[in-house]
C-alpha cells in the first residue's frame, strides 16, 4: 500500500494497571521493545498510556479517536482473539465491520508456531521459569537477554575472588532466577561467563532479584556502562550456603563449568541491539 507501518501498545501492560501484584515480570523494558521493533522495519510505534481513561473508552470510540482520526488507518493487523474497549466487547468482528463503513481492511496476524504450539509470552515465560532456555531461544529467535548499567554492589564479589557486575534491574520482577552461563558484548566483542540472578538468598540484601555477572577472563572496571547479559543454559537454582567459603566453593564450581561448555564453543551471536 505504500504506507508506513505503525505497531500499536501500551504502557503500562494492561494487567499491571488492572492488578500490580498479580501482573507476570516483564520479559522485555519498553526501551528494548523500541529497539526490536526498529530492527524488524517498524517505521512507527504508537505507545498508549493504558490508564483509566483509555480503558473507559468504548470499542467504538476507540477505534474512532485512536485507528481512524489518530492515525488515518487503512489496514490493519490483529491477533484473531484481540478484545479491546470498555468491557472488553470490542473483538475482531466488530473491527472488520468498522473496517468495511470507515474504509480499512482488518487481517488476523499469523499465528506462529513452535513444535506444533502458539508461541506466546505465557509460553516463553514458562520456559525461562523451568530453566529451558533452548526453547526460549526458539521462541524469541535469539537467545533471552536482560540488560541495564553496572552499578556498585556490596563489593562482596571481590572478597570472593570473583568480581561480578551488578547490573540494574530497578525493580523489575524476573522471570527467571538461578546460575546461568551466559554472555555480553563489550567493546565489539563477545564475553562468555556465569551469572546468579535472583535474591541471593546466602546474602542479607534488600530481598529484590539483582543480577550478578562474572565476565571469565576478563579485567577492567565496568561500573556506569550499560550491559546485556545474555542467557545461554542453566546450571543450577539459587542456593543459601551456610557461609562465604561454601558459597565461594559453589561459585568456584560454576566457573569451572562455564570454562568446560565454552571450551571449543565459538560465540557466534551477533552483536545485541543497544
Ligand atoms: C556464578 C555465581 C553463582 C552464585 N550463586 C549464588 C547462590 O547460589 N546463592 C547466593 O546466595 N548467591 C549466589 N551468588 C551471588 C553472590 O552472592 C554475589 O555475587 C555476591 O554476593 C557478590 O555481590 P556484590 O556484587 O554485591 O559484591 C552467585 C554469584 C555468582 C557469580
Ligand atoms: N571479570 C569481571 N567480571 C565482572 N566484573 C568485573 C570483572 N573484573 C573486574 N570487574 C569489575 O568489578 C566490579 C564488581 O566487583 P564487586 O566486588 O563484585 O563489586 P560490587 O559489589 O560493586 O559489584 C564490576 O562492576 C566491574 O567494574
Known sequence: MGLPSCVVI??????????????????TRLREKLELLA???VDRVLCLAFNRRLCELSARAFVQSVL???????????????????????????????????GFTVEAAVTVEVDGLRVSSTRLRAALSHGD???????????????????????LGRQLGTPTANVQLKRRRVPLTGV??????LDGRRWPGVANIGVRPSVTGDGRAHLEAHLLDFAGDLYGRHLCVTFHHKLRDEERFASLDALKAAIDADIAA????????PLTHEPEQR
Not at 180 to 185: A, D, G, K, N, R
Open 10 to 27: 501500551f504502557e503500562p501492560q494492561p494487567r499491571e494497571f488492572f492488578s500490580p501484584q498479580r501482573a507476570p515480570a516483564r520479559l
Open 39 to 41: 530492527a524488524q522495519g
Open 68 to 102: 481512524v482520526e489518530g492515525l488515518g488507518v487503512r489496514h490493519l493487523e490483529v491477533g484473531d482473539d484481540f478484545r479491546f474497549g470498555c468491557d472488553r466487547a470490542g473483538d475482531f468482528e466488530f473491527l472488520c465491520q468498522t473496517g468495511v463503513a470507515e
Open 133 to 155: 532456555l533452548p526453547l526460549a531461544e526458539r521462541l524469541l529467535g535469539r537467545p533471552f537477554s536482560l540488560c541495564g548499567r553496572v552499578l556498585h554492589g556490596q563489593k
Open 180 to 185: 546461568y552461563l551466559v554472555s555480553t558484548e
Open 258 to 265: 562455564a570454562r568446560a561448555y565454552w571450551q571449543g564453543k
